[in-house]
């Protein structure tokens, strides 16, 4: 069965970086285009980023362009999210997905404070 376990959350302040992780398995990894999303208190899941199958193509929510990098190993069977220039609004859990599926795995807790 689909397994995605995500990692790498934590308490960082305005400025600083994270870098989630997505580990998969129970499905070929390498064929599925994989997306991000996140769910801030109180509020439903945000779109955050996409990556198609190879890595060639990504695509970024307006709000994370330009501070967030989505990456693909598709050797570990792994999905990345670097996170840069991190900002209070980017706290939220943060869920990987195959495109198309709702997130399966129990996510991780970025929290952005001072």
């Known amino acids: 069965q689909v397994q995605l376990v995500e990692s790498g959350g934590g308490l960082v302040q305005p400025g600083g970086s994270l870098r989630l992780s997505c580990g998969a398995s129970?499905?070929?990894?390498?064929?599925?285009?994989m997306t991000w999303v996140r769910q801030a208190p109180g509020k439903g899941l945000e779109w955050v980023s996409d990556i198609s199958e190879g890595g060639t193509f990504t695509d970024y929510a307006d709000s994370v362009k330009g501070r967030f990098t989505i990456s693909r190993d598709n050797t570990k069977n792994t999905l990345y999210l670097q996170m840069d220039s991190l900002k209070p609004e980017d706290t939220a859990v943060y869920f990987c997905a195959i495109r198309g599926s709702l997130p399966r795995g129990q996510g991780t807790q970025v929290t952005v404070s001072s």
């Open positions: 129970g499905f070929t990894f390498s064929s599925a285009r």
